[in-house]
Nanobody
Framework: QLQLVESGGGLVQSGGSLRLSCAASGHTYSTYAMGWFRQAPGKEREFIAVINWSGDVTTYADSLKGRYTISRDNAKNTVYLQMNSLKPEDTAVYYC???????????????WGQGTQVTVSS
């Protein structure tokens, strides 16, 4: 069993940056690939990025590549999402999730956090 808790969301002005964290509890955390997703009101959950268990393989949504960076620190049981040059359309609830292999589809993930709200003002 794995529990995930996101933090770091909030209100930021357009062009600003935020770093989200996802703290995991459970002794098997380091064996999972970890992903970030987001969901805006009235929209489907959207893939952002995923990182493999060792941190040397990452995959990004094409539309977000270059502005978002995923990383992990297995010693701290934490995965991060650095978000730069934020835009109002980035406003959403951001979720981290765990899966056994690098995946981009949300239904392939086994564990989810509760989400953290990111609001970007214009």
């Amino acid at each position: 069993q794995l529990q995930l808790v996101e933090s770091g969301g909030g209100l930021v002005q357009s062009g600003g940056s935020l770093r989200l964290s996802c703290a995991a509890s459970g002794h098997t955390y380091s064996t999972y690939a970890m992903g970030w997703f987001r969901q805006a009101p009235g929209k489907e959950r959207e893939f952002i990025a995923v990182i493999n268990w060792s941190g040397d393989v990452t995959t990004y949504a094409d539309s977000l590549k270059g502005r978002y960076t995923i990383s992990r620190d297995n010693a701290k049981n934490t995965v991060y999402l650095q978000m730069n040059s934020l835009k109002p359309e980035d406003t959403a609830v951001y979720y981290c999730a765990a899966t056994f292999r690098v995946q981009v589809q949300p239904n392939e993930y086994d564990y989810w956090g509760q989400g953290t709200q990111v609001t970007v003002s214009s």
